[in-house]
């Protein structure tokens, strides 16, 4: 009921709403319905593909029809929104990069660290699905290469930020990132299932907020996973307990 769980709830609906038909005509249509910058920018991060050359003819149209109808209000309102959307989405791009940017630089001290179990626990938060997946690159680089000393280093570096986190994380951000790193739907239906007495109204609101941080960062895929999992608790009933 607080102001942040508010904005956090329109949010979700936009998302959901955009999510039942996610094309760029249905994107305007939303993006036009709302005066809510916070949702715009929910919106925009978590269709970010859509916004495309293709895109902008759709509202450059829309501009045009407004001038011709004689709509000067619509049309300044019109022209208003593009210039945000083109902010919001430039702000997105740059979040993504800078969080890519950080696990690559955590990665380049891990091989170099006298001590890189230590230097996990103090960056524990950052053992995510974009450091894994800049692992994962780096290791097929490697292999490419032939350079298989590297590769063994490397692995070995994953195993250890998965002992870590699984050692020092708290609970339910356990449970999270393995929701977050299922392979499939029914996986996250078998975790949930296994964890149900672990589940109430404060770890979907967990969820759902780490669901919205994945999209603001421009992670989709493990996004789309976790707000699945959201849906998933829902269906459970678990928002009753309290």
């Known amino acids: 009921k607080s102001t942040t769980g508010q904005r956090i709830q329109a949010q979700q609906a936009a998302v959901e709403a955009l999510a039942a038909d996610p094309t760029r005509e249905t994107l305007v249509e939303h993006l036009i319905a709302t005066d809510d910058t916070a949702v715009r ?3 925009v991060t978590v269709v970010r593909q859509l916004l495309d050359y293709a895109f902008c003819q759709s509202l450059t149209a829309r501009i045009d029809a407004a001038e011709a109808s004689g709509d000067g209000e619509s049309k300044d309102q019109l022209i208003a929104l593009r210039k945000e959307i083109q902010e919001i989405r430039d702000e997105v791009d740059a979040r993504a990069m800078a969080v890519l940017d950080a696990r690559a630089r955590l990665l380049r001290d891990l091989l170099v660290a006298e001590d890189p179990e230590e230097l996990l626990v103090r960056h524990l938060l950052e053992i995510d699905d974009a450091f894994l997946g800049i692992l994962s690159t780096n290791i097929q680089q490697a292999e490419s290469e032939g350079r298989m000393d590297l590769v063994e280093q490397l692995r070995a570096l994953g195993d250890m930020a998965i002992q870590t986190l699984t050692a020092y994380a708290p609970p339910e951000i356990q449970l999270i990132n393995r929701l977050a790193s299922a392979e499939d739907d029914e996986q996250v239906r078998k975790v949930l299932e296994d964890e149900r ?11 759902e907020q780490a669901a919205l941080e994945l999209e603001q960062s421009g992670r989709q895929e493990t996004a789309s996973r976790l707000r699945y999992a959201a849906a998933q608790i829902k269906e459970m009933g678990a928002t009753e307990r309290v």
Do not use: N, P, W
Not at 197 to 207: P, T, Y
């Open 41 to 43: 920018e929910a919106l």
């Open 197 to 207: 007495d672990h589940l109430d109204r404060e770890f979907l609101q967990m969820v």
